[in-house]
């Protein structure tokens, strides 16, 4: 990613082209000032580290945060623009921007944590909605897909978590049954009665075993939004 980001810069600039950073996907966390101030700084770190790199704009996932990212870049950036920085010494190979070689380990907290959040976004996105908080990120579709792509891949080449345990088809869907209970207690009853989480574990039970793949979440859950519900009765 940082190949990536230090690529784009260059090669917008070279254009005349404004080189937009990334999406602060923190949100303002109410009633807990510590954790709220934990995630500003986050913020306020990341806009930092995008104006010094030569970025020219930025995004952020709340409208609260518009001012923290402009106190930001009107410090570092004072002008319209940075085009002026060129990034000449920036050299990106291809094996630079297929590198995987990352930090970090497979863990049974992040294999929950992904089908946690794949179950939250996917439960939303059939309920009409495409920007969804969940524990205090603003998540999109692509939060989703890359959650369920680990797991599938994960499970595609048996790969082990650090504390030895193989990632099975048989052990995600035994995850995917846990975490839909977990959040069927949180939720209670009545409201997970109305809710499309069943909905929701049918369609991501197919895309964690390692075999079929859909090329889109969005797409595979698209009929469930757009069928008048008396068809969807008689298939």
């Not at 980001?5 to 109410?30: D, E």
């Not at 921007?97 to 996105?125: C, D, F, H, P, Q």
């Not at 969005?218 to 009765?233: C, M, P």
């Amino acid at each position: 990613m940082d190949a990536y980001v230090r690529l784009l810069i260059k090669t917008c600039h070279k254009r005349g082209v404004h080189a937009m950073g990334g999406m602060a996907a923190q949100i303002p966390i109410k009633n807990n000032e510590a954790a709220n101030k934990a995630a500003m700084d986050k913020v306020r770190t990341d806009k930092l580290r995008e104006v010094k790199a030569g970025h020219d704009g930025t995004w952020v996932a709340h409208p609260d945060l518009v001012k923290l990212a402009l106190v930001v870049f009107n410090e570092h950036m004072p002008q319209p623009n940075q085009l002026h920085i060129r990034r000449d010494d920036v050299h990106v190979e291809a094996a630079d921007l297929l590198n995987t070689n990352v930090k970090g380990a497979i863990t049974e907290s992040g294999i929950r944590a992904n089908v946690s959040v794949s179950l939250i976004y996917m439960e939303a996105w059939l309920r009409g909605l495409g920007c969804v908080p969940i524990h205090n990120l603003m998540e999109d579709a692509a939060t989703a897909e890359i959650s369920r792509s680990q797991l599938w891949q994960w499970a595609k080449h048996q790969a082990r978590t650090n504390e030895g345990v193989p990632v099975t088809a048989q052990y995600l869907l035994k995850v995917l049954d846990e975490e839909i209970e977990k959040l069927a207690q949180s939720m209670g009853e009545q409201r997970f009665k109305a809710s499309k989480m069943i909905e929701a574990k049918k369609y991501l039970a197919t895309q964690i075993t390692g075999e079929s793949y859909s090329d889109f979440l969005t797409s595979l859950l698209y009929n469930d939004i757009v069928e008048l519900e008396q068809i969807k009765a008689r298939i």
